[in-house]
């Protein structure tokens, strides 16, 4: 089969598209025809071989990224009825990685494709959705909420973006740069208040938010971003109010001091770190965010690279030029 093999730690040019052996199923395993895998930023940081607080530990290489595949079962292995073989289905666990043709998972770690939902938003959604189906358990927002999202145009974001608006909240998206803003602001274009997009990357921008909620404060924030950007949508934060991490795409944590917090009523919560402390609700949230996606409720944005150009996507991401989720197809 091929796949991507990165070799050597660094740029993206160092990720390999080469011929590889063919996966087999092992005991209690399915091998899948991959028709999409996901791709994330950290992924590139990885990959570039940067370690820190924030980052998983590094691979060991040779080493296929990715996890997360969607396609058809292909072979099976011992102990797993046939009646898997021809059936659409999608994990978060593909291996040895998802950046390749085949891949072979645990029939646990499965899931069926819904009929109206295709492979690349399948995909898209059986980690980025699982992840913001987590996010809004622990968020709570409420239909009278003034909601601030971060990265309001990535992958988490937009469904953040999409969820708070359908729900009635008043929703604010921040991004960065023209393209980015229009493309939050579109996600309210479906009916309801609009949703109001700022550019995050402009001087003046929590200026331009107050502005724009006609002297209301915003009550949670769910920030994916981190580092200044954080620090100014927490300024924008009401007494009271809710800060929900999820996530630090800038590479710096941002928490704010106790004092700060007691004095101002403010609750802060990192919603990963409470995610993977349960992991037990993982596939309960799977099925979740599938549903969601199926049903219309949510609609993932993917951005599909062939996977033969694998490292032209990871340049992109690291040049923050893509939106929403970044899929590999064959």
Do not use: C
Request: aromatic share 4%; glycine share 14%.
């Amino acid at each position: 089969m091929h796949a991507v093999v990165l070799h050597e730690f660094g740029p993206a040019e160092n990720l390999s598209y080469e011929t590889v052996p063919d996966p087999e199923p092992g005991p209690g395993q399915v091998r899948i025809v991959v028709r999409a895998a996901g791709a994330h930023f950290i992924e590139t940081v990885l990959r570039a071989g940067a370690a820190g607080e924030l980052a998983p530990p590094l691979p060991e290489l040779p080493s296929i990224f990715g996890g997360e595949v969607a396609g058809v079962v292909d072979s099976v292995g011992s102990g797993v009825g046939e009646e898997w073989l021809g059936r659409s289905v999608v994990t978060a666990h593909g291996s040895p990685g998802g950046y390749a043709e085949l891949a072979v998972a645990d029939v646990e770690a499965l899931h069926a494709v819904p009929g109206s939902l295709g492979f690349e938003a399948a995909v898209a959604m059986v980690v980025t959705g699982t992840t913001t189906m987590g996010l809004l358990d622990i968020a709570e927002i409420a239909p009278d909420d003034v909601v601030l999202v971060t990265s309001a145009a990535g992958g988490v974001g937009r469904l953040v973006v999409q969820y708070a608006h359908e729900l009635g909240a008043t929703v604010v998206g921040a991004a960065g740069g023209p393209a980015k803003v229009a493309a939050v602001r579109k996600l309210g274009s479906g009916g309801g208040a609009e949703v109001v997009g700022v550019d995050y990357d402009e001087d003046g921008w929590g200026d331009e938010v107050r502005a724009r909620i006609g002297g209301r404060r915003v009550s949670v924030v769910l920030d994916g971003v981190g580092g200044e950007k954080a620090a100014a949508a927490f300024a924008l934060l009401g007494d009271g109010g809710r800060f929900v991490s999820i996530g630090a795409a800038s590479q710096v944590e941002f928490v704010p001091g106790e004092e700060v917090l007691k004095a101002r009523g403010i609750a802060y919560v990192d919603a990963l770190m409470r995610l993977l402390e349960r992991p037990e609700d993982r596939p309960e949230h799977e099925r979740r965010a599938l549903a969601a996606a199926a049903a219309g409720r949510l609609t993932p944005a993917v951005q599909s690279f062939p996977l033969s150009h694998a490292a032209e996507a990871h340049a992109a991401m690291e040049r923050r030029e893509t939106t929403g989720k970044v899929v590999f197809v064959p």
